[in-house]
């Protein structure tokens, strides 16, 4: 079974630029989750989608964050315009349907630096 | 929001002993408990999940759930250097996600 994928691996930018990452879940997962890990932090859940509809965005910085999933299986996420305090690894999770009672399985993730 | 804390570390324990990791929630509802381990530079992992109060062991490592005070632990016997990483403490989210506490830093020292 391959895993979460995720791309780029590292992407560095300016202030003010845009940004955007991509996740691909395991095959047949209905739930994806965009997670963010700041250095010395525990990952904080951005958004959770099931199939194309979002379940939790409340976390998420709606005035420069977006999140889409459209075909119920790849999602993107974009930063426009990033800021200092963006620099993260942003973490996608898959799991079967429902709350992922079995637990997340986690990409490798993208470490974004803001300079 | 719910909260998860755990102590940051590090913690240090010699090669061979029981490192002793703990974690508290703040929500009584919580049902779901998870233990990942993310060493540095990876993604976290998986490694245990508790569900019930009491104990659930799985080789080397046994995870304690006490709902009652609001507190899971696990524990490594045996640690061994390869051992060493951040240990997340993850609990249930009103069933839709988890909330991830800070992390511990475990350091096994040869």
């Known amino acids: 079974e391959a895993g979460v994928a995720q791309s780029p691996r590292y992407k560095i930018i300016e202030k003010r630029q845009s940004v955007a990452f991509w996740c691909n879940p395991i095959s047949g997962h209905a739930t994806l989750y965009w997670y963010q890990q700041i250095l010395g932090q525990g990952p904080k859940l951005l958004i959770q989608f099931q199939n194309n509809g979002v379940v939790d965005d409340s976390q998420l910085p709606k005035d420069r964050f977006s999140a889409e999933r459209l075909k119920g299986v790849d999602s993107t996420l974009k930063i426009q315009p990033a800021k200092l305090e963006d620099s993260a690894v942003y973490l996608c999770?898959?799991?079967?349907?429902?709350?992922?009672?079995?637990?997340?399985?986690f990409g490798s993730g993208t470490r974004l630096t803001v300079v | 929001q719910k909260e998860v804390e755990q102590n940051s570390g590090p913690l240090s324990v010699p090669e061979g002993a029981i490192a002793s990791l703990n974690c508290t929630y703040s929500?009584?509802?919580?049902?779901?408990f998870f233990w990942y381990r993310q060493y540095s530079g990876k993604s976290p992992e998986l490694i245990m999940s508790i569900y019930s109060n009491g104990d659930k062991e799985d080789g080397r490592f046994t995870a304690q759930l006490n709902k009652a005070s609001q507190y899971v632990s696990l524990l490594i016997r045996d640690s061994q250097p390869s051992d060493s990483a951040t240990y997340l403490c993850?609990?249930?989210?009103?069933?839709?996600?988890?909330?991830f506490g800070p992390g511990t830093r475990l350091s096994v020292l040869p």
């Open positions: 993850a609990v249930d989210n009103y069933g839709q996600n988890f909330v």
């Open positions: 929500d009584r509802g919580s049902q779901s």
């Open positions: 999770a898959s799991s079967q349907s429902g709350q992922g009672y079995f637990g997340y399985t």
